[in-house]
């Protein structure tokens, strides 16, 4: 069954947020397989406006009052980029909620009409008949402080929940990327974690939650669905069966079956033969199968390594990243780049492009439709070589990238040489060199934006199989996950399957 990829929770002016629908619509398609673009629609609860909350009621009021009266034109728009087998749009919008956390509402059918309601079951029943699923999204905030309220959720209207985003990770209050945005610290009682360890059932999703309309941007969030086709139909039915699970930007493919059946599945059984399939996109640092919140079974990075060493051999397969950014330019610097082989063939590429970072409005931002429209594409691609354009910008912290690569899986040997030209500045390095260490090159005396040519990572560190047998029955319901990190920071929380005694 094919792995599709998308993000659906990402917003652009069609509400509050900034950047033209098409071209969201298009930058989507670039990286993506299926999208739903959100605009936010409502706010149940929304608080008094008082001193101090003045900009805050506005902005969501006139963001909601500017969906309802374009809302026929952003469903006639998203319907018309809805093409079988190419690529798939669903309809969406978004209500927040203090008391039940804010969900984004998703449905495949084109006459899905905008409606208020005092919580997420309110809404969805007001939509019937038509499908609709309400996910939840930034769960880990404070509970009553628009965090996941896991009292009232509900399996049957949200088969998935959102576990990462631009706001960081709601898996746990422990784990990576932590919550930093002005709503707020996370909280364990909101957790992703919380909702497992009460055995709610429910499929792991990420999505981007980005204001600038980009979809997919690298970094901030994406989901996998395991399904027969690329067609709304069949996307949609892998959502419910909960065939899906989160990125935080790198594509790493991931297959966890239970006695034959893929993750989101209940399995009745006490002899549970579980295996494993991973291929990253950068070298694996450790994978955790967990069960029942606790670790079950822990593969770490360095054993892969042990398997194979670090210096390839004459041949083989190895993937290497391609990164440019840096700088001073805020407003946006644009490169024109080409990578070419010696000895060696290109089997596929993978974009890691970015949109503007904007999470939410501020005072002084002012909606451009074209703010959106980057120029990130692939141009061309043979067995040699790819040609791109791009934009990217200063990064905005030492500690937040807004860089943009391209992860090139190359079959050749440590004589492979890789030639990168980018904006009139070329880098050189065999594979050879480069399963050594990086190289880096840039193209002014200071202050300049640069190139990173990564280290290549060969195929035994990059690859996960394995398989067992786990016999030790806990509970009535047992859950069984998986977290999957790279050492470049990029993780995959593969949705939970379900084993029932």
């Not at 069960?291 to 079950?296: E, M, Y």
């Not at 700088?327 to 024109?336: L, P, Q, R, V």
């Not at 590429?349 to 703010?371: H, I, N, Q, W, Y």
Request: proline share 4%.
């Amino acid at each position: 069954m094919p792995l599709y990829w998308g993000d659906l929770h990402n917003h652009c002016g069609i509400s509050y947020g900034f950047g033209g629908l098409e071209n969201a619509l298009l930058a989507a398609k670039g990286q993506l397989d299926f999208v739903a673009i959100i605009g936010h629609a409502s706010w149940y609860d929304i608080p008094e406006r008082t001193e101090g909350l003045e900009y805050l009621v506005d902005f969501h009021k006139e963001g909601f009052a500017k969906l309802r009266g374009h809302w026929d034109q952003v469903r006639d728009t998203v319907r018309s980029f809805n093409v079988p087998g190419e690529f798939v749009t669903f309809q969406g919008y978004e209500a927040h909620s203090s008391k039940y956390g804010d969900h984004h509402f998703v449905s495949p059918d084109d006459d899905l009409p905008l409606v208020e309601g005092e919580s997420p079951a309110a809404i969805v029943a007001k939509l019937a008949p038509r499908r609709v699923i309400a996910v939840p999204h930034h769960v880990g905030y404070t509970p009553g402080y628009r965090g996941g309220n896991w009292d009232s959720f509900n399996t049957a209207i949200s088969p998935i929940v959102e576990v990462y985003s631009k706001h960081g990770s709601g898996m746990s209050d422990q784990g990576m990327y932590p919550y930093y945005h002005d709503m707020g610290p996370r909280d364990s009682r909101s957790s992703v974690s919380e909702a497992l360890r009460r055995k709610h059932r429910f499929g792991f999703v990420g999505s981007t939650d980005h204001h600038a309309g980009y979809p997919g941007s690298y970094g901030d969030g994406r989901l996998a669905v395991l399904a027969d086709a690329k067609t709304r139909e069949s996307i949609w039915e892998a959502i419910l069966a909960r065939r899906t699970y989160a990125v935080t930007g790198d594509k790493i493919q991931c297959r966890f079956t239970m006695n034959g059946q893929p993750m989101g599945s209940e399995v009745q059984a006490r002899e549970r033969h579980l295996e494993l399939d991973v291929t990253g996109c950068d070298q694996i640092d450790k994978i955790v199968v967990y069960k029942n919140l606790q670790p079950h079974k822990v593969i770490n990075g360095e054993s892969l390594l042990a398997s194979g060493g670090t210096d390839g051999a004459a041949s083989g397969i190895y993937k290497v990243r391609i990164e440019m950014g840096w700088g001073n330019s805020k407003n946006g610097f644009a490169w024109h780049g080409e990578a070419a082989l010696n000895c060696g063939k290109l089997l596929s590429v993978e974009t890691c492009f970015r949109g503007r970072s904007v999470l939410a409005p501020t005072p002084e931002m002012k909606d451009d439709p074209a703010m959106n429209e980057l120029g990130n594409k692939l141009i061309g691609q043979t067995e040699s070589g790819v040609e791109w354009s791009c934009m990217t910008f200063k990064n905005p912290t030492t500690m937040h990238s807004h860089t943009a690569a391209l992860i090139l899986e190359i079959e050749g040997g440590t004589d492979t040489e890789l030639r990168v030209q980018l904006n009139g500045t070329e880098v050189t390095a065999t594979v050879g060199e480069l399963l050594q260490g990086n190289r880096t090159k840039h193209l002014h005396p200071y202050n300049s934006e640069a190139i990173v040519l990564h280290r290549a990572i060969p195929q035994q560190a990059y690859t996960v199989k394995e398989a067992w047998t786990d016999t030790n029955v806990e509970s009535d319901c047992d859950v069984y996950h998986v977290e999957v990190k790279q050492v470049n920071g990029q993780c995959a929380w593969i949705s939970p399957i379900y084993a029932l005694a």
